[in-house]
């Protein structure tokens, strides 16, 4: 008898079993795919984090190494290789996640996980061999997979998911993305690097739909469409074909219908809850209008006993929140007190520049009533970011017109996504903007430019 079955092994279902264990728990993790590690390290964050790292350098050399007094005659792209680094750090990733269930007691089982019942799930392998385990809980990490348009059929060749469009062969010489969102634009950029020209189509008027602070999408735009990446904004996609190896693809624009060619067509509109065959019948258990599990603050489902964490519960769809609510979750079991604050929970895009925010958007400040202070700062002011030969950019830090508390920071720039860190603690530790502005920032770094936006919070800024 386990004290706990954990269905899925993605960020959220193996930190949460390695937590469990840790706790004195009798864990089981069930993964239906070879490897652990689900959607993130085997075909999201982690591969797709690494065509981006390689790609951004095949970009630099071809760009920007000569500002720096660096002449290479010629550079050339190695796909083959590139793609097959990107293999091996997933590789390397998703067997250390094997020699911490070791470490840790749990016991990492492949197979298809069934709820039988509150207290057994059954596990059928690949050979459709069963396996019966016995469990005092359940918690489902199931996650989460790519929505399909309607009309427009994955093919896995030419109209594809982001799985996909991590593993061409070839660079297509017109990739066409449908969605303006974090794949559309992280795995639009891989590509547009590598000498694909790029076309984004997106229903809304903005790019990130909203996700992410207006200021910030707008500049983010411009800059994309600086780097050759070709929007088209308020387009309805209908349908989609292929023939002959030509993607033709169909939408509404601006009153008309009108159609694209490309060589691969990316579907990135978002994604939905994984629930099938899952068993959740049988112990009815009922997902929520959009498919999601809907869970109290314990994570527990309305079946005693059954908790849900990650992608397959409303919220954002971000591995490092899915770990976080693992370990509320199972920590919760065991009596520890905790909280997931979602009010401090960092969001990055890696695009060049880097996005990210934290909090609460001027937006979502306004539509609450609240008042709020803004303080500002570029990075083109900042010493680092000049060195460094990067200057697009701002951080935007949003503060209480009256207590000064950090509700929301926002910021486009290099490296934003490691400088979100500090400003991702302020907001868990409910800090005024006058704290981030008298805390010692090293220089030069670009954490100064947090600093600078602190202090214009209180407009005094001192580098502008
Ligand atoms: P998942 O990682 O989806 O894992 C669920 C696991 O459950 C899967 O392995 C699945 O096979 C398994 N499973 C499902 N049903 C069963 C069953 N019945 N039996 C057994 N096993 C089952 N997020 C970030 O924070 N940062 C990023 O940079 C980032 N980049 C991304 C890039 C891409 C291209 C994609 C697609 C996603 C990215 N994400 C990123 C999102 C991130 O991957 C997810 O939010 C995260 O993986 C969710 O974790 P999870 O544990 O809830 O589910
Ligand atoms: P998304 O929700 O980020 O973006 C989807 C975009 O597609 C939106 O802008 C939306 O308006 C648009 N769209 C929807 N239907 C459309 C249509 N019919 N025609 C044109 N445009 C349409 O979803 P995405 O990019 O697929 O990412 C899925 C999830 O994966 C996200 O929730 C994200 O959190 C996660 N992810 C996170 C990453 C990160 O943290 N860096 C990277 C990649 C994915």
């Given at each position: 008898?386990?004290?706990?079955?954990?269905?899925?092994?993605?960020?959220?279902?193996?930190?949460?079993?390695?937590?469990?264990?840790?706790?004195?728990m009798?864990?089981?993790?069930?993964?239906?795919?070879?490897?652990?590690?689900?959607?993130?390290?085997?075909?999201?964050?982690?591969?797709?984090?690494?065509?981006?790292?390689?790609?951004?350098?095949?970009?630099?050399?071809q760009t920007?190494?000569?500002?720096?007094?660096?002449?290479?005659?010629?550079?050339?792209?190695?796909?083959?290789?590139?793609?097959?680094?990107?293999?091996?750090?997933?590789?390397?990733?998703?067997?250390?996640?094997?020699?911490?269930?070791?470490?840790?007691?749990?016991?990492?089982?492949?197979?298809?996980?069934?709820?039988i019942?509150?207290n057994?799930?059954e596990?059928?392998d690949?050979?459709?061999?069963?396996?019966?385990?016995?469990?005092?809980?359940?918690?489902?990490?199931?996650?989460?997979?790519?929505?399909?348009?309607?009309?427009?059929?994955?093919?896995?060749?030419?109209?594809?998911?982001?799985?996909?469009?991590?593993?061409?062969?070839?660079?297509?010489d017109?990739?066409?993305?449908?969605?303006?969102?974090?794949?559309?634009?992280?795995?639009?950029?891989?590509w547009?690097?590598?000498?694909?020209?790029?076309?984004?189509?997106?229903?809304?008027?903005?790019?990130?739909?909203?996700?992410?602070?207006?200021?910030?999408?707008?500049?983010?735009?411009?800059?994309?469409?600086?780097?050759?990446?070709?929007?088209?904004?308020?387009?309805?996609?209908?349908?989609?074909s292929?023939?002959?190896?030509?993607?033709?693809?169909?939408?509404?624009?601006?009153?008309?219908?009108?159609?694209?060619?490309?060589?691969r067509?990316?579907?990135?509109?978002?994604?939905?809850p994984?629930?099938?065959?899952?068993?959740?019948?049988?112990?009815?258990l009922?997902t929520?209008?959009?498919?999601f599990?809907?869970v109290d603050e314990?994570?527990?489902?309305?079946?005693?006993?059954?908790?849900?964490?990650?992608?397959?519960?409303?919220?954002?769809?971000?591995?490092?929140?899915?770990?976080?609510?693992?370990?509320?979750c199972?920590e919760?079991?065991?009596?520890?007190?905790g909280?997931?604050n979602y009010?401090?929970?960092?969001?990055?895009?890696?695009?060049?520049?880097e996005?990210?925010s934290?909090?609460?958007?001027e937006?979502?400040?306004?539509?609450?009533?609240?008042?709020?202070?803004v303080?500002?700062?570029?990075?083109?002011?900042?010493?680092?970011?000049?060195?460094?030969?990067?200057?697009?950019?701002?951080t935007?830090?949003?503060?209480?017109?009256?207590?000064?508390?950090?509700?929301?920071?926002?910021?486009?720039g290099?490296?934003?996504?490691?400088?979100?860190a500090?400003?991702?603690?302020?907001?868990?530790?409910?800090?005024?903007?006058?704290?981030?502005?008298?805390?010692?920032?090293?220089?030069?770094?670009?954490?100064?430019?947090?600093?600078e936006?602190?202090?214009?919070?209180?407009?005094?800024?001192?580098?502008?």
């Open positions: 008898m386990y004290d706990l079955v954990v269905i899925g092994s993605g960020p959220g279902g193996y930190i949460a079993s390695i937590r469990a264990a840790q706790l004195g009798n864990v089981a993790c069930v993964e239906r795919y070879p490897t652990f590690g689900g959607t993130c390290l085997n075909v999201g964050c982690i591969p797709s984090k690494a065509l981006l790292e390689s790609s951004e350098r095949f970009s630099e050399a920007h190494f000569t500002d720096h007094g660096i002449e290479i005659d010629e550079v050339s792209l190695n796909l083959e290789k590139m793609l097959s680094r990107k293999d091996e750090v997933v590789s390397s990733l998703v067997q250390g996640i094997e020699y911490l269930f070791g470490k840790n007691d749990v016991e990492g089982i492949h197979g298809w996980g069934t709820i019942d509150e057994t799930v596990v059928t690949d050979d459709g061999e069963t396996t019966t385990l016995e469990t005092e809980r359940i918690l489902i990490a199931t996650g989460s997979k790519p929505i399909a348009l309607p009309g427009v059929e994955f093919d896995k060749e030419f109209i594809v998911d982001s799985t996909a469009a991590l593993e061409f062969e070839e660079v297509p017109h990739l066409v993305v449908i969605g303006a969102g974090v794949i559309g634009l992280e795995l639009g950029s891989v547009g690097r590598l000498g694909a020209d790029v076309t984004v189509l997106e229903y809304l008027p903005e790019v990130f739909g909203g996700r992410m602070d207006s200021d910030v999408a707008k500049l983010a735009q411009r800059v994309f469409k600086r780097q050759g990446i070709e929007f088209v904004m308020e387009a309805e996609v209908t349908a989609a292929v023939d002959d190896g030509v993607v033709t693809t169909t939408y509404k624009h601006d009153g008309e219908e009108k159609t694209i060619e490309s060589d067509l990316l579907v990135g509109i978002g994604r939905y994984f629930t099938e065959n899952l068993g959740l019948d049988n112990i009815g009922q929520n209008e959009r498919g599990i809907e314990h994570f527990q489902t309305d079946i005693d006993g059954v908790y849900a964490i990650g992608d397959v519960i409303p919220g954002p769809m971000l591995a490092h929140l899915a770990e976080h609510e693992g370990v509320v199972v919760r079991m065991n009596g520890i007190a909280h997931v009010d401090a929970v960092p969001d990055v895009v890696y695009t060049h520049p996005i990210a934290v909090g609460k958007t937006a979502e400040l306004q539509e609450a009533g609240i008042d709020y202070k303080g500002q700062f570029p990075f083109k002011a900042n010493g680092r970011a000049r060195a460094l030969n990067d200057t697009d950019g701002f935007k830090i949003l503060a209480h017109a009256e207590t000064d508390q950090i509700l929301g920071a926002h910021i486009i290099i490296r934003a996504g490691d400088m979100i500090e400003l991702a603690v302020a907001c868990e530790f409910e800090s005024s903007a006058e704290d981030v502005a008298r805390s010692s920032h090293a220089h030069p770094t670009l954490a100064e430019i947090v600093k936006a602190a202090l214009d919070v209180d407009d005094r800024k001192l580098n502008l």
